[in-house]
Nanobody, 112 residues
Framework: QVQILESGGGLVQPGGSLRLSCSAS????????MYWYRQAPGKSRELVAD???????NYKDSVKGRFTISRDNAKDMVYLDMHNLQPEDTAVYYC??????WGQGTQVTVSS
């Protein structure tokens, strides 16, 4: 059984930073691509970043240079470091293992 749990969201001012964390229980983490998605109110869920088992990454164009995805296979953790946050980054952020298993999400609000 795989369980995904996100943490680290919160309220931050424009230009601020946050680190999201995602733990993935079970035995699939080491052999699975991991994803961060987000969903803003009234919008569809969109891919923010993903990372392969060897560390290869992909990013949504609008977050390139601001967000960094990383993983710690020893701890079954994946992270999303977010810098220079903007109001348009406000959303619920979801972590996913293989796009099959999903967490409940963590709210990120960027507002002055």
């Amino acid at each position: 059984q795989v369980q995904i749990l996100e943490s680290g969201g919160g309220l931050v001012q424009p230009g601020g930073s946050l680190r999201l964390s995602c733990s993935a229980s079970g035995r699939l983490f080491d052999i699975s691509r991991m994803y961060w998605y987000r969903q803003a109110p009234g919008k569809s869920r969109e891919l923010v970043a993903d990372i392969g088992t060897e560390g290869g990454t992909n990013y949504k164009d609008s977050v390139k240079g601001r967000f960094t995805i990383s993983r710690d296979n020893a701890k079954d953790m994946v992270y999303l470091d977010m810098h220079n946050l903007q109001p348009e980054d406000t959303a619920v952020y979801y972590c996913s293992l293989r796009k099959l298993y999903w967490g409940q999400g963590t709210q990120v609000t960027v507002s002055s």
